[in-house]
């Protein structure tokens, strides 16, 4: 008899809870019953370029930060999650005939011609995640496979979280290709609470920097009374006698130039990753 | 100690009452399900009905009904809302699941509305100033959903569906997400505060009735059968009278039985 380290074991499973997570979506109940599931798996160092982009991405994104560092210290304890991707490729036509109006258009027809006409469009943005419009009631199936699941995963006990940066990623660098709209669920590592309370940003910062963090999320909670127009602003302790005031201030020409630098930067990564799962690809058939 | 007795026939009966009693607990823990579901920065959004009754039920299916003839040449649809319209009838209660943040985008410039413009392209749409949505103010009275809708908020929406019905799945409850009769339910006020509801008929019977439905179902059903034997059977005795009193018919088939042994 073979003796096995159990926790190596249960992370080396993950891939098989993928497979059951994705039976799952496929099985979930449809309203429409038109939607056309689709799924992707990505492990091991396919994952890397994607917390790379994340990186670049985080100087300027919280989400983004949060998520770099989690999948950062995965593949540092050696513990990479299962990432499976949960699309759908039938989105941006409507033939239910329904009329509805969710979409924005009288009629299924006006919503088509409206689809069809802004596809040129659509295809020539530099970054684009979801691919609109799409029928509403389509989306919302669509979310209830998500929502399997990432149920299954649960029914598993293991550790999970749909995270849409990491869907943005991936969809970027060339996965999940015919896919119109989808998130990203992360299986695993085998831990607790790795995508919650995240144990991986623990120290990431100071208390005045999440001071200033919710300075920015919440501004009027800590605004002043607003009658001398410009409303005095409660940075610390000293905010009354030493007052600071709310200004709307424009960014940077530098903040900007920074942005379109990382740009280019994620740009040479999609293109790289893109080369190898072409190649991939190509070696699958 | 006292004792529950449950049976599903006749509906509506005190056994039967006593049976749906189960599937309207589900319903509350399907509840639940749809508020702890996953959704795009954890936003409160969901709102939820449980509707259950013999006369609720039945003005919902009349609902239904009304609204199929709102489409009366796509006969898909009216199919849809005519037969849909029978399951409600028997089902034990309905569950509607609205999110009332449909008119409050993630603001995260997505594309899934309009595939270009962000956000923008929504709020346009609604009449918006400031990037605030007067959700009072119907644009389209007369559509059945007053959209555009945010997609990241009906992708949330569709996880709390998804989770309803999970939880439907793991209690051994038949749970259907029913647009028909989301549309109806929102009509007749249900989940106030949404633009989009679903419905979600449930029921814990013997045979589930969403599946195996037969065509023109709103014809070919369970009730209707019902109704034409008690018709058939009114009938049946008003055309065939019968003096039981002095006259034992069945002994006649008894005595031929008796005679055809001495026969032999």
Known sequence: ?285 | MPEIYLEEWPPYSPNDLERRNGAIEVARLMMNAAFTAPKAGGVPQVEGHIVWGQSEQERIARKMEELAQSRRSNRLWWNMFKYEAVMVRESDAVLFLGNYQLFRPFETGCNLCGGVGGCQWFYERKGAHFGQVDVSEVQHPEWLIDGPVCGIRLQGFGLAVGSALEVATRLHVDARPLSSVGIAGQKLGYCPKSPMVVGIPIAAQSKSPYVDILPDYHIYNLSRYVDAIRRQHVITRMVHWFDYRNWDVMAELEQGKSEEGEGK
């Not at chain 1, 159990?6 to 496929?26: I, S, W």
């Open chain 1, 1 to 285: 008899m073979g003796i096995y380290n159990g926790n190596k074991l249960a992370q080396e499973n993950l891939l098989d809870v993928a497979r059951y997570c994705t039976m799952a979506a496929v099985k979930a109940p449809q309203i429409t019953g038109k939607v056309n599931i689709l799924t992707e798996i990505i492990t091991e160092e396919d994952i890397d370029p994607l917390e790379e982009i994340l990186g670049i991405q985080a100087k300027t994104s919280i989400v983004a930060e949060g998520d770099y560092n989690t999948l950062k210290y995965c593949r540092e304890e050696g513990l990479r999650p299962v990432i499976l991707l949960v699309g759908a490729s039938n989105l941006r036509h409507c033939e239910l005939e329904w009329d509805c109006g969710a979409c924005g258009f009288s009629t299924c027809e006006e919503f088509n011609k409206y689809s069809d006409e802004v596809k040129a469009e659509v295809s020539k943005l530099r970054r684009c995640y979801h691919l609109g419009p799409q029928c509403s009631w389509k989306q919302l199936d669509l979310g209830s496979a998500m929502c399997w699941a990432s149920a299954a995963a649960a029914e598993f006990n293991v550790e999970n979280r749909m995270i849409a940066s990491i869907w943005n990623v991936a969809k970027l660098v060339g996965y999940m290709e015919q896919a119109e709209s989808g998130a990203a669920l992360c299986l695993g590592p085998i831990k607790n609470l790795i995508y919650y309370d995240r144990p991986s940003l623990r120290g990431k910062w100071t208390a005045q920097e999440h001071m200033e963090f919710l300075f920015r999320a919440m501004p009027s909670h800590f605004m002043g009374f607003t009658g001398a127009k410009d409303p005095r602003f409660k940075y610390g302790d000293e905010w009354e006698k030493k007052p600071k005031r709310v200004h709307i201030a424009p960014r940077s020409e530098e903040y900007f130039a920074e942005i379109a630098e990382d740009e280019n930067k994620i740009d040479q990564i999609c293109a790289r990753v893109k080369a190898g799962l072409k190649a991939k690809r190509e070696g699958n058939k």
